[in-house]
């Protein structure tokens, strides 16, 4: 693992909005749900006037966000798919754009549809092949998606590398680490020029809020995204984001647990006759792991396993969990199983989506922070009767 010294981030993350309260002195960061501000006077204005903009709430979150993430601006939106939808505002049409093969299903159905009306032309390949990235550079692109680990598969890019090879042709890159976090993952420190995220996932961590943030490294290139949020408003919430900096305060102390359950499950799937295959950055003989212990501090909670007897077996498997549930999303503190195929990635064509590598077979999990007995048991029964 990096040798980086985290006890900043897990003290930044509780310590986030205290002292920020300048009339009362409340421990936590007020919630401001004032859409407008009063001026001073005539074209004096304070420091916020119009939530849209600007709101005290969520200045807090973008502020501690950016904190964690070594970045200079955090902007707060909506949704994830939001700060997406955000970095497109950089592309001009005939300008260039690279996608990994196997992005997040809502990444990858923006960028398909936005390319198909011509608002930039769109490169889709896999980042791990040296030859069609370079071919892809080639094209000197504006903008590079990169997104390690991936969605669903859990493969992994060098990030320091891939950036590096970027710039040189003038791209910037953008870093999707909602899988990490982080607490286990900062993209700006290996090279980055900006890391986003949905805070639906990891940050705020409890299934109660949709949300997203990115972060720049520079001020200016942080200025012009943050004008472009405050134009075509895609701001987040104050409530969502009061809720979304709560949760982060538990951020470091979640994934820790998080973790700790998710090796043990990754362990105990491995050599189950039921499971075909595990994808799991955490495993010594995963393609990525070399790159993991280089680039994050932590393997995280996510895997994806291959599921003996096809897509009917998935189904027993599903009907036969209780505590498992069965839906869309990740990173809350309850675990949660999908079917990429039908779930997250039904945007993608089925070609799309076997090309990169997503089978009716392939189920995936965020592992929670329950008793890890329990999670086990409850596999070990959804298993067994998967296969009868
Ligand atoms: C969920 C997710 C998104 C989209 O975020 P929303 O908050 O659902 O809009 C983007 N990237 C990844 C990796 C995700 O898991």
Not at 139 to 147: A, D, S
Request: glycine share 8%; proline share 3%; net charge negative.
């Amino acid at each position: 693992m990096s040798t980086t010294d985290k006890s900043n981030i897990t003290t930044s993350a509780v310590r986030a909005g205290i002292n920020t309260d300048q009339h009362h002195g409340a421990v936590v960061a007020p919630i401001h749900l004032s859409s407008t501000y009063s001026l001073k006077g005539f074209n004096e204005k304070r420091q916020f006037d119009y939530s849209r903009t600007g709101n005290p709430t969520r200045s807090t979150f973008a502020e501690t966000i950016a904190k964690l993430e070594q970045g200079s601006v955090g902007i707060v939106t909506s949704t994830g798919m939001a700060a997406v939808h955000l970095l497109c505002q950089l592309l001009s049409v005939g300008d260039t754009v690279v996608i990994p093969h196997d992005c997040y299903g809502g990444s990858f159905r923006l960028f398909t549809h936005l390319a198909k009306r011509g608002q930039f032309t769109l490169i889709v390949v896999d980042q791990n092949d040296q030859q069609a990235l370079a071919d892809a550079l080639a094209h000197k692109p504006k903008l590079v998606l990169l997104e390690s680990p991936s969605n669903p598969l859990l493969r992994l890019v060098d990030i320091e590398a891939t950036t590096k090879a970027c710039q040189a042709v003038g791209a910037l890159v953008a870093v999707d680490n909602t899988f990490l976090s982080p607490a286990l993952q900062q993209p700006l420190t290996l090279g980055a020029d900006i890391v986003f995220h949905s805070t639906t996932k990891y940050i705020n961590g409890h299934s109660d809020v949709v949300g997203g943030v990115l972060v720049t490294k520079s001020a200016e290139l942080g200025e012009k995204l943050a004008w472009w949020a405050n134009c075509i408003g895609i701001t987040g919430s104050a409530f969502d984001s009061f809720l979304a900096l709560r949760g982060l305060k538990t951020l470091p102390v979640r994934m820790k647990q998080h973790q700790e359950n998710a090796l043990q499950v990754a362990n105990f799937l491995k050599n189950h006759q039921a499971i075909e295959a595990v994808y799991f950055p955490g495993f010594p003989d995963h393609p990525g792991h070399d790159i993991a212990k280089k680039q994050q501090f932590g393997y995280g909670a996510m895997l994806s396993v291959e599921v003996k007897g096809g897509v009917e077996a998935v189904k027993k498997l599903f009907a036969n969990l209780e505590l498992f549930t069965l839906a869309q999303s990740l990173g809350g503190v309850e675990s949660l199983i999908s079917h990429p195929s039908t779930m997250t990635h039904a945007g993608m064509e089925i070609a799309d989506q076997l090309q990169a590598g997503i089978t009716q077979s392939l189920v995936r999990i965020s592992v929670g922070i329950e008793d890890i007995d329990d999670i086990l048991a409850d596999l070990t029964y959804g298993l067994a009767q998967s296969q009868q």
